[in-house]
């Protein structure tokens, strides 16, 4: 299902400003990251995206391709990023196969709604592995190639929950302030050798899988979940494409080892909002003993997902 441009991209870029580069995407098929990505081959690149689920990441890649006549994207299925040997195979194959690597989206994320007292240990576990060393493993795979590119450039993919603290999100705030400090790390380190690296931190994207499972459904909260956003909406995919291609373009080749919100200035009201319950109650009555998980969306799955 090929996209209309309008939906991911703005109309003020110029064609080709990533004509020859190549782009390599964790999480490359998930909504936010494959919107990303088409962007940027819609403006000249040619794009290597990673999924744990070959057939949806494998179709992603063929639809991502349909955004300019003549673009390559590769799509690498059963990669999982907690695994460094995946993902060093992976960098290989993209620079064997679109010549190199000159960006990279660290976008693989996990999440599921609930309290402390609601996930074990490995729960815990699982985000921080896939978010925190998922996203070191990115950088670690990739460095190299990037370290020969005229325009080496990483991005990683947060959230804004860490900034206030977001109840039944501690496993996924902690994770994702890890990211922003490792993104810190690599700007410092690999700074003097031109690398450039930012985080990008969606705040509530519309028709996104966090949103599914993070929001309310109820149209009258999600009218008042708007209203509460100083910019009065929801974003929308191409908000984040369109702040993307400005953080790997040359426009913004001085803005280095930050954080971008694009959340309306969302965050600066969140805090102890109702993420993830549906019921209508508002902090903290939904903390009460035994309706921590009432109205819950996103529980346990049956079976892991690869
Ligand atoms: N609530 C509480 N615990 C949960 C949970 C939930 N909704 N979902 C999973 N867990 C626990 C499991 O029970 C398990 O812990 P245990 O061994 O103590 O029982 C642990 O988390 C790992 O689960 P598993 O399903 O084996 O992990 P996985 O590696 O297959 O999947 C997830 C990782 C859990 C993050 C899964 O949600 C996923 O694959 N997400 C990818 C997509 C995604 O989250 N994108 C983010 C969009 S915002």
């Not at 930050?258 to 993420?275: C, E, F, H, K």
Request: charge should be positive; aromatic fraction near 6%; proline fraction near 5%.
């Amino acid at each position: 299902m090929s996209v209309p441009e309008s939906t991911y991209l703005s109309p003020i870029w110029r064609d080709d400003i990533f004509k020859g580069k190549v782009i390599f995407v964790t999480g490359g098929a998930g909504t936010i990251c494959s919107m990303q990505t088409r962007a940027m081959v819609r403006l000249g690149a040619n794009a290597c995206i990673l999924g744990r689920n070959a057939s949806k990441t494998e179709a992603a890649a063929k639809d991502i391709a349909t955004a300019r006549p003549g673009a390559k994207v590769i799509g690498i299925g059963e990669c999982d990023v907690r695994k460094i040997e995946s993902l060093e195979a992976a960098a290989a194959r993209c620079a064997k196969e679109l010549g190199g690597i000159d960006y990279v989206i660290a976008g693989a994320a996990g999440n599921f709604v609930a309290s402390i007292d609601g996930i074990s240990s490995n729960a815990f576990k699982t985000v921080m592995d896939i978010d925190v060393l998922g996203t070191y493993n990115t950088i670690k795979a990739t460095l190299p190639y990037l370290l020969r590119s005229a325009t080496p450039r990483l991005l990683a993919v947060s959230a804004t929950f860490h900034y206030t603290g977001m109840p039944f999100q501690a496993h996924v705030a902690a994770a994702k302030a890890s990211v922003d400090s490792l993104i810190a790390s690599v700007a410092l380190e690999y700074g003097p050798r031109g690398v450039v690296a930012n985080v990008i931190a969606p705040g509530p994207i519309a028709g996104t899988e966090g949103m599914a499972r993070l929001a309310s459904s109820r149209p009258e909260q999600i009218a008042e979940h708007e209203r509460a956003i100083p910019s009065g909406r929801f974003g929308t995919v191409r908000d984040i494409a369109d702040a993307t291609v400005f953080l790997l373009s040359d426009a913004s080749s001085y803005i280095n080892g930050q954080v971008i919100p694009v959340d309306g200035a969302s965050w600066r009201r969140q805090g102890a909002y109702t993420v993830g319950v549906d019921m209508g109650a508002k902090y903290p009555d939904f903390l009460e003993p035994g309706r921590t998980t009432e109205g819950l969306k996103g529980g346990k799955k049956d079976k892991a997902k690869l």
